[in-house]
């Protein structure tokens, strides 16, 4: 059975940084992405950056630009997001989900993806 499972989250001062990692297990290889997605309380969830384990094409959202970092380590199979100037406005439940097939591109949305992790708690607080 297909797990994901985020860490890393927790609280941090505005300006500093965080990078969450998402475990996979119970998958099968072959071509798949992984996105990073965040939730805001009372905001629909948004997508952040996404990666494409063959290959390793990356693609960030606008409000991950500049800040956010999505990697991989396909030995561990787990995928990371570096965060970087963390501010108030960051402050959310950040998941990450998986699909089979889906190919990351400039734009993609929580309906591209199938599998989802339970979510780890990101807060920005001086």
């Known amino acids: 059975q297909l797990q994901l499972v985020e860490s890393g989250g927790g609280l941090v001062q505005p300006g500093g940084s965080l990078r969450l990692s998402c475990a996979a297990s119970?998958?099968?290889?072959?071509?798949?992405?992984i996105g990073w997605f965040r939730q805001a309380p009372g905001k629909e969830r948004e997508g952040l950056s996404c990666i494409n384990m063959r290959g390793g094409t990356t693609k960030h959202a606008d409000s991950a630009k500049g800040r956010f970092t999505i990697s991989r380590d396909n030995a561990k199979n787990t995928v990371y997001l570096q965060m970087n100037a963390l501010q108030l406005e960051d402050t959310a439940v950040y998941y990450c989900?998986?699909?089979?097939?889906?190919?990351?591109?400039?734009?993609?949305?929580?309906?591209?993806?199938?599998?989802w992790g339970q979510g780890t708690q990101v807060t920005v607080s001086p």
């Open positions: 119970g998958f099968t290889s072959g071509k798949y992405a």
């Open positions: 989900a998986l699909d089979y097939g889906f190919y990351c591109s400039d734009y993609f949305t929580v309906h591209d993806f199938s599998y």
